[in-house]
């Protein structure tokens, strides 16, 4: 079982550029895909982007495409989240989440993770 802490968010402009941290302990880091997810007031939890395990290939939903960039640093047990050209609508509560056992297919899928963190909220507004 790993355990994962977020750090990084806030109250930021439209426009503006954000990190999201999470570390992760408990585990070893380089086996495991790490995800970001968000979920927005009234919504379901949707992916962002996936960084997946050994390879650390990456996927990223097609709204953030460009503008967020998902980072492992297998040294620090850390994945990071960049977030720029922020808009009202990136505003959430966002996750990091990671699994030893996701297949390729399900990286996106949020049933496909077993450890989650507490959530940091990130709010995009003037």
């Known amino acids: 079982q790993v355990q994962l802490v977020e750090s990084g968010g806030g109250l930021v402009q439209p426009g503006s550029s954000l990190t999201l941290s999470c570390v992760a302990s408990?585990?070893?880091?380089?086996?495991?895909?790490m995800a970001w997810f968000r979920q927005a007031p009234g919504k379901e939890r949707e992916f962002v982007a996936s960084?997946?395990?050994?390879?650390?290939?990456?996927q990223y939903a097609n709204s953030v495409e460009g503008r967020f960039t998902i980072s492992k640093d297998n040294a620090k047990n850390t994945v990071y989240l960049q977030m720029s050209s922020l808009q009202p609508e990136d505003t959430a509560v966002y996750y990091c989440?990671?699994?030893?056992?996701?297949?390729?297919?399900?990286?996106?899928?949020?049933?496909?993770?077993?450890?989650w963190g507490q959530g940091t909220q990130v709010t995009v507004s003037s």
């Open positions: 989440a990671a699994s030893g056992r996701v297949i390729w297919s399900s990286r996106t899928r949020a049933d496909a993770y077993g450890n």
């Open positions: 960084a997946f395990r050994n390879s650390g290939s990456t």
């Open positions: 408990g585990g070893s880091f380089r086996s495991y895909t």
